[in-house]
Structures are given as C-alpha cells and as structure tokens.
C-alpha cells in the first residue's frame, strides 16, 4: 500500500478514517448547502460555501477510491500487480459487508416508503419534492460507490501493524 495519495498520508488508520468521515460530511455539507440556499436562491453565499464543499468531496472521493486500488484485480488504465491471498479476502469481505448493508437500506426504504405513502395519519416523513429525492438517490449512489472502499481504509490496520515483509519494506521504499 502506497503511503500518500494525492498528498495525503494514508499510513496511519486514523487518517483514512478521517478520509473516510470527509467524505461523507463532505455530501452532507453539501445538501446542506443545496438546502439552505433553495428559499433564497443562488447567491454569493451558495456559491462561497458550494465551490470549497465541492471540491473537498471530489477530492475524498478520489483519495479513498486510490486507497482500495491495490486490492483490486484491474486498474482503470494502471498496471497493477496481481492481488495475493489476504488482499482478495479483505476486498471480498468488504463487497460482502457493503452491498448487504446496502440492500438491506433498501429494502427498508422500500417498507418505509410503503407505510408512509399508505398512512392516511401522515405520523412518517415523505420525500415530497424533486430536490428531496435527488439528495436520496445521488446518497445512495455515492454510498453504493464508495462503502467498499470505506470498508477497506476503515479496517485495514496500520502498516506497521500489519507485520508483513512486502508492506515494510514498501514503507522504507516510500520514505
């Protein structure tokens, strides 16, 4: 595993979690912003805050889809060294772990979004309007996206944890 990815150090698990967590706050900073600016339109403010959120997402996402690429079996245009045995086990487990909980979000969703249409009480909150379900699908797509790899940088252990020869030796090759 490389150490830095695109200038962030990722040698520490701590710091792809918080690559992690930046990701995710970053889109919802972002509907936040979508939100807020929607009774007042677009204006100096909306683009202020939108630019700088934008960015930080595109960037996360960038960085944390790099975190998971040597555990995969083909790279987008990058020559890739084949994965070994414990690479294929944790990027397994990661899709397991991902699209179950993805699944299950949306077979809820499908139940709750059932129960609240038919509810004459009205007692559930129900998407009501374009800007409302576009912040759920675009979520779901970015979470659909990226858990895999969330997955692997939020449990992969350190480096120097890891114990292994090729990932010490890679770190003194890095440094």
Same mark, same amino acid.
């Given at each position: 595993m490389r150490t830095h990815?695109?200038?962030i @150090? #990722?040698?520490?698990?701590?710091? =792809?979690r918080l690559?992690?967590?930046?990701? &995710?706050?970053a889109y919802?900073?972002?509907?936040?912003?979508?939100?807020?600016a929607a009774p007042a339109g677009v204006g100096w403010l909306f683009i202020v805050a939108l630019l700088p959120v934008g960015f930080l997402l595109v960037y996360a996402f960038l960085a944390l889809s790099q975190v998971a690429l040597p555990y995969a079996a083909e790279g987008a245009g990058v020559?890739?060294? @084949? @994965?070994?045995? !414990?690479?294929?086990? /944790? =990027?397994? !487990? *990661?899709?397991y772990r991902a699209y179950?909980?993805?699944?299950? /979000?949306?077979?809820?969703?499908i139940v709750y979004e059932t129960i609240a249409r038919t509810n004459? !009480?009205?007692?559930?909150?129900?998407?009501?309007?374009?800007?409302? &379900?576009?912040? #759920? /699908?675009?979520? &779901?797509?970015? /979470?659909?996206?990226? %858990?895999?790899?969330?997955? #692997?940088?939020?449990?992969?252990?350190? %480096?120097t944890e *890891?114990?292994?020869?090729?990932d010490a030796a890679e770190l003194r090759l890095a440094r």
């Open positions: 990815l695109l200038g @150090p #990722i040698d520490r698990q701590s710091r =792809r690559l992690v967590v930046t990701l &995710y706050g919802a900073a972002l509907v936040a912003c979508f939100a807020l020559k890739l060294a @084949p @994965p070994d045995e !414990r690479q294929i086990q /944790v =990027r397994d !487990r *990661a899709f179950q909980g993805i699944s299950s /979000v949306f077979g809820l969703w004459t !009480r009205q007692w559930f909150w129900v998407p009501s309007s374009f800007d409302e &379900y576009q912040a #759920i /699908v675009w979520a &779901y797509l970015l /979470v659909s996206m990226t %858990l895999p790899s969330a997955i #692997i940088a939020w449990t992969e252990p350190d %480096l *890891a114990g292994t020869d090729a």
